[in-house]
């Protein structure tokens, strides 16, 4: 994926509020001023609001994903973790609640390192639609993935992340050692809202509709939430 050319000011879909980018709700908008304040402009901002959500929202992979409200900027902040298209929504509401415009992509990705667990209850060391944010930063969108925090990469042998608000913050290529820590396999788009049928489907098609729905119905019972990577 390569950075955009520079382009016009975009539309206001991507400053507004909605069901899941609620940053109308005073715990996001607290949130983000608190972590915004005395930033000298919106570069600084995005930086803060990264990290903001990188290290304090826990990466969960287990948390719930098949209706909107999983989704909601509120309800991820709230619980203090989330997956990565949860964090990435987050950290979009949260860059319009600081006036940037923002909005979440999506590619599917190879993960080398995820655990055995996880790739037991997928079937497969794919993850469909991995999401990420883009902010509008000087001119151009620029790629910020919040998902992973600092204790998870030590775990697995690979430095966090790092965004600077000017270049793309994407994946970690390699782990300690040179070894292969993630690749992206096929970039979906962008997107103003997060696109949650589109996701499930991609879901059940990546890993088998009996996987997922046995997933949701583990899910409905109460169980899996707030379980370790």
């Given at each position: 994926?390569t950075?955009e050319?520079?382009s ?8 507004a509020?909605?069901f ?15 972590a915004?304040?005395?930033?000298a402009g ?13 290290d304090p929202v ?8 098949y ?9 991820t902040l709230?619980k ?13 509401a ?16 190879k993960?080398h390192?995820?655990?055995s667990?996880l790739?037991?209850l997928l079937?497969?060391d794919l993850?469909?639609y991995?999401?990420f944010?883009?902010f509008?930063l ?6 910020a ?5 600092s204790?998870?990469?030590e775990k697995f042998?690979?430095g966090?992340?790092e965004f600077d608000?000017?270049?793309?913050s994407?994946f ?6 040179g070894?292969k ?5 096929e970039y ?6 997060v696109p ?10 990546t890993?088998?509709?009996g996987?997922?729905d ?6 409905e ?7 370790e990577?």
């Open positions: 994926m950075k050319t520079r016009v000011q975009p539309g206001g879909e991507y400053l509020s909605s899941i980018m609620d940053f109308d709700d005073p715990v996001v908008s607290g949130y983000a001023s608190a915004c304040e005395g930033a919106q570069v600084e901002k995005a930086v803060r609001l990264y990290y903001a959500v990188r826990i990466y969960d992979p287990y948390t719930p994903f209706r909107p409200e999983h989704y909601r900027a509120s309800l709230k203090g973790r989330g997956f990565c298209v949860t964090k990435a929504a987050l950290l979009c949260l860059g319009r609640a600081a006036g940037i415009p923002s909005r979440v992509g999506f590619a599917t990705v993960n390192f995820t655990s667990r790739r037991d079937g497969s993850f469909a991995h999401g944010t883009e509008f000087e001119g151009i969108w620029v790629k993935t919040p998902a992973f925090n204790a998870l990469c042998g690979a966090p992340l608000g000017r270049g793309d994407i970690q290529e390699y782990a300690s050692g070894k820590f993630m690749e992206y396999v979906h788009g962008s997107f103003a809202d949650v049928d589109i996701i499930v489907e991609a879901w059940k098609k890993y088998g509709s996987r997922i046995a997933w949701i119905k583990h899910l019972s109460g169980a899996g939430a707030g379980e990577f």
